[in-house]
């Protein structure tokens, strides 16, 4: 940290980062104010990572615990990991936002407040005896207490706006301070109210007012006697956007359906954490992108089955409770041997659970949530960006074998975001559907014709006929085909056959997989093994781990069935295997079972993702335990 004068009597203080936590009511717009202020810090040329979290009532009471809405950024000057263990400024807008979150405080972090929503009703309503202002249970923190619906109240007044109608912008005065407080560029705040608002030009006034009172108010106050800069991380050279994944998610389908030259159906319905790629997904029919709201789950899933009979890339997606319902025309895709995505954006659960919070509970139901033996590709995207290219593997994945494929996300993904470098589009890899066009076996009598589970010799795939091709004409459904003709068959002999022929398709994935990197500079006797969206803490805390002097070894799976053919061989190396899941264990199970080593797991289902210092803790304790 270095400091230096801006103005008589303020200096400006420079960090290498911070972690700022916006909270309020679920209507103080939260999720706007952060997501600000996070579009301010990328374009900025800071490296970030934001953690949203939504209450899960879609309109709790004011002011309770379960109304709060909060919404996390780390922002830094270098590669971060993650939106950090615990927030350096909390913004409260009302005592149930500061109740809920300053726990997470460190002494010495900062709190501002929102002192005029600090009433003996809203305390009572939080959960308060006392008020915390004045009771001493602040006392290791930093507090500042500003007036904010004062202030912008007073701000709008010139506008003829009703002190009602005002309140509303306060959280656009919250995001000018905090602009200020870390010397964020204000223009873009400024041309996105305009643009966000456009329709509404009186709210556009009112916002734009209250965001350059917040900013003045910082700038000529003398409450603040220090500002900082976070200055901009050194970027590789090219066109960089901030995404969340389920955008990424939604760009990487496009891209896959462009690279093959197929048209992209997503039969979907809505479902939190993942109807935002029904709604990204449904903005570009230029790309040739249809997309089918289903009047439910299995509906969604059988019209994207559907599509893939007839020649698209069949795309569906939902949430835990979604994949209940879709596992019978999973299981068909399985049998019919038509390329299918099956995207899972996990949450808390069972049942409704937690629809907002995040969970990594889904893996076995991926594997096995099916009736017979029907094995499918599961792949998992480990960063917000990274959904692009998992969504791209995925789909090269289903068309390449004919199969469905399930990609896993979760909540945390799928709402977090981070800086993403745009890929060049000729890097893009090239998936050919291989689509047949003509008899491929000769019957008895000596004649061409076409046999719909003829395999390909490498990949065991069956050939992809498109519906109407002449001399392709063959029959699909749910009954066990004939091997080669495709005939409906019931000889049991036969059926073990498909069977087998089946699971050797999936299992001849490996083949094409890259081999699990291993990030082991000093020859560890620990590895830290991670699947899915632990891949930041367990980075952050393994390098943490390292800067204290101990050797470990890292390892992070996308593949997750098959595994990587080397995964066997990397995983008898160690003598102990850490294996940090957001569940209560479901990869340990796996690698235990399938390759015989005592995996130790690292569990927690609480609804949010690993901090860095839990896994930190948990490889110094194994470490000490090899001692």
């Given at each position: 940290?270095?400091?230096?004068?801006?103005?008589p009597g303020r200096r400006i203080e420079?960090?290498?980062?911070?972690?700022?936590?916006?909270?309020?009511?679920?209507?103080?717009?939260?999720?706007?104010?952060?997501?600000?202020?996070?579009?301010?810090?990328?374009?900025?040329?800071?490296?970030?990572?934001?953690?949203?979290?939504?209450?899960?009532?879609?309109?709790?009471?004011?002011?309770?615990?379960?109304?709060?809405?909060?919404?996390?950024?780390?922002?830094?000057?270098?590669?971060?990991?993650?939106?950090?263990?615990?927030?350096?400024?909390?913004?409260?807008?009302?005592?149930?936002?500061?109740?809920?979150?300053?726990?997470?405080?460190?002494?010495?972090?900062?709190?501002?407040?929102?002192?005029?929503?600090?009433?003996?009703?809203?305390?009572?309503?939080?959960?308060?005896?006392?008020?915390?202002?004045?009771?001493?249970?602040?006392?290791?923190?930093?507090?500042?207490?500003?007036?904010?619906?004062?202030?912008?109240?007073?701000?709008?007044?010139?506008?003829?706006?009703?002190?009602?109608?005002?309140?509303?912008?306060?959280?656009?005065?919250?995001?000018?301070?905090?602009?200020?407080?870390?010397?964020?560029?204000?223009?873009?705040?400024?041309?996105?109210?305009a643009e966000r608002y456009g329709a509404?030009?009186?709210?556009?006034?009112?916002?734009?007012?209250?965001?350059?009172?917040?900013?003045?108010?910082?700038?000529?106050?003398?409450?603040?006697?220090?500002?900082?800069?976070?200055?901009?991380?050194?970027?590789?050279?090219?066109?960089?956007?901030?995404?969340?994944?389920?955008?990424?998610?939604?760009?990487?389908?496009?891209?896959?359906?462009?690279?093959?030259?197929?048209?992209?159906?997503?039969?979907?319905?809505?479902?939190?954490?993942?109807?935002?790629?029904?709604?990204?997904?449904?903005?570009?029919?230029?790309?040739?992108?249809?997309?089918?709201?289903?009047?439910?789950?299995?509906?969604?899933?059988?019209?994207?089955?559907?599509?893939?009979?007839?020649?698209?890339?069949?795309?569906?997606?939902?949430?835990?409770?979604?994949?209940?319902?879709?596992?019978?025309?999973?299981?068909?895709?399985?049998?019919?041997?038509?390329?299918?995505?099956?995207?899972?954006?996990?949450?808390?659960?069972?049942?409704?659970?937690?629809?907002?919070?995040?969970?990594?509970?889904?893996?076995?139901?991926?594997?096995?949530?099916?009736?017979?033996?029907?094995?499918?590709?599961?792949?998992?995207?480990?960063?917000?960006?990274?959904?692009?290219?998992?969504?791209?593997?995925?789909?090269?994945?289903?068309?390449?074998?004919?199969?469905?494929?399930?990609?896993?996300?979760?909540?945390?993904?799928?709402?977090?975001?981070?800086?993403?470098?745009?890929?060049?589009?000729?890097?893009?890899?090239?998936?050919?559907?291989?689509?047949?066009?003509?008899?491929?076996?000769?019957?008895?009598?000596?004649?061409?014709?076409?046999?719909?589970?003829?395999?390909?010799?490498?990949?065991?795939?069956?050939?992809?006929?498109?519906?109407?091709?002449?001399?392709?004409?063959?029959?699909?459904?749910?009954?066990?085909?004939?091997?080669?003709?495709?005939?409906?068959?019931?000889?049991?002999?036969?059926?073990?056959?498909?069977?087998?022929?089946?699971?050797?398709?999936?299992?001849?994935?490996?083949?094409?997989?890259?081999?699990?990197?291993?990030?082991?500079?000093?020859?560890?006797?620990?590895?830290?093994?991670?699947?899915?969206?632990?891949?930041?803490?367990?980075?952050?805390?393994?390098?943490?781990?390292?800067?204290?002097?101990?050797?470990?070894?890292?390892?992070?799976?996308?593949?997750?069935?098959?595994?990587?053919?080397?995964?066997?061989?990397?995983?008898?190396?160690?003598?102990?295997?850490?294996?940090?899941?957001?569940?209560?264990?479901?990869?340990?199970?796996?690698?235990?079972?399938?390759?015989?080593?005592?995996?130790?797991?690292?569990?927690?289902?609480?609804?949010?993702?690993?901090?860095?210092?839990?896994?930190?803790?948990?490889?110094?304790?194994?470490?000490?335990?090899?001692?």
């Open positions: 940290m270095s400091s230096t004068l801006d103005r420079r960090l290498d980062r911070v972690v700022v936590r916006f909270a309020g009511d679920s209507g103080d717009g939260m999720q706007v104010t952060g997501d600000r202020f996070t579009a301010e810090s990328a374009l900025f040329g800071n490296d970030l990572a934001t953690l949203p979290s939504f209450p899960a009532e879609i309109r709790a009471p004011a002011g309770t615990l379960a109304g709060v809405s909060a919404f996390q950024v780390h922002i830094a000057d270098h590669d971060i990991f993650t939106p950090g263990d615990s927030p350096t400024v909390l913004v409260a807008m009302n005592p149930a936002a500061l109740r809920a979150n300053v726990g997470d405080l460190p002494a010495g972090g900062t709190v501002i407040l929102n002192a005029d929503a600090f009433d003996e009703r809203s305390l009572e309503k939080a959960g308060y005896a006392s008020d915390p202002r004045t009771d001493g249970s602040l006392s290791a923190l930093v507090v500042y207490e500003i007036p904010m619906t004062t202030l912008t109240v007073e701000a709008v007044k010139s506008i003829g706006a009703k002190p009602r109608d005002a309140e509303r912008s306060k959280n656009f005065f919250a995001l000018g301070l905090v602009s200020w407080l870390f010397e964020r560029p204000i223009e873009p705040t400024l041309d996105f109210i509404r030009p009186a709210v556009v006034e009112a916002n734009t007012l209250a965001f350059k009172a917040g900013w003045n108010f910082g700038e000529t106050t003398e409450l603040f006697a220090v500002a900082y800069e976070i200055p901009p991380t050194a970027l590789e050279p090219g066109t960089y956007t901030n995404v969340t994944g389920n955008t990424a998610l939604a760009w990487g389908l496009v891209a896959a359906a462009q690279r093959s030259g197929l048209e992209l159906f997503l039969g979907s319905y809505p479902i939190t954490p993942a109807s935002d790629l029904l709604h990204e997904l449904a903005k570009h029919k230029n790309f040739g992108v249809r997309t089918f709201q289903a009047e439910d789950e299995i509906a969604g899933a059988s019209a994207a089955l559907g599509a893939a009979f007839g020649g698209a890339l069949g795309v569906t997606t939902t949430s835990g409770p979604g994949i209940d319902l879709k596992s019978e025309t999973i299981g068909l895709a399985v049998s019919l041997e038509l390329p299918l995505v099956v995207i899972d954006v996990q949450r808390g659960g069972p049942s409704t659970g937690l629809p907002t919070k995040t969970e990594q509970a889904d893996l076995l139901a991926a594997l096995y949530g099916r009736h017979g033996e029907a094995p499918v590709p599961v792949i998992a995207a480990a960063t917000p960006s990274g959904c692009f290219d998992a969504a791209l593997e995925a789909a090269r994945l289903a068309v390449t074998y004919r199969t469905p494929v399930f990609l896993l996300t979760d909540g945390s993904l799928a709402n977090g975001s981070e800086p993403w470098r745009l890929p060049e589009v000729d890097s893009l890899p090239v998936i050919e559907p291989g689509f047949a066009t003509g008899p491929n076996a000769t019957g008895p009598d000596g004649a061409a014709r076409f046999e719909p589970y003829r395999r390909d010799p490498e990949t065991l795939a069956r050939p992809w006929a498109r519906p109407g091709t002449p001399g392709l004409e063959h029959r699909v459904g749910g009954l066990e085909k004939s091997d080669g003709a495709g005939a409906v068959s019931y000889d049991p002999v036969n059926h073990e056959t498909m069977v087998h022929l089946r699971a050797a398709k999936i299992a001849g994935i490996a083949k094409a997989i890259p081999p699990i990197d291993v990030d082991d500079p000093s020859g560890a006797e620990l590895l830290v093994l991670g699947w899915g969206s632990t891949y930041g803490a367990v980075l952050a805390a393994v390098h943490r781990a390292r800067a204290s002097g101990h050797a470990v070894a890292r390892a992070h799976l996308t593949h997750l069935n098959p595994f990587p053919a080397n995964l066997g061989e990397v995983l008898g190396r160690y003598k102990k295997v850490l294996v940090p899941e957001v569940n209560l264990g479901q990869l340990s199970r796996l690698v235990r079972a399938e390759f015989l080593v005592d995996a130790v797991s690292l569990n927690k289902v609480q609804g949010t993702p690993f901090k860095v210092a839990e896994i930190e803790r948990a490889i110094l304790a194994l470490l000490e335990e090899t001692r």
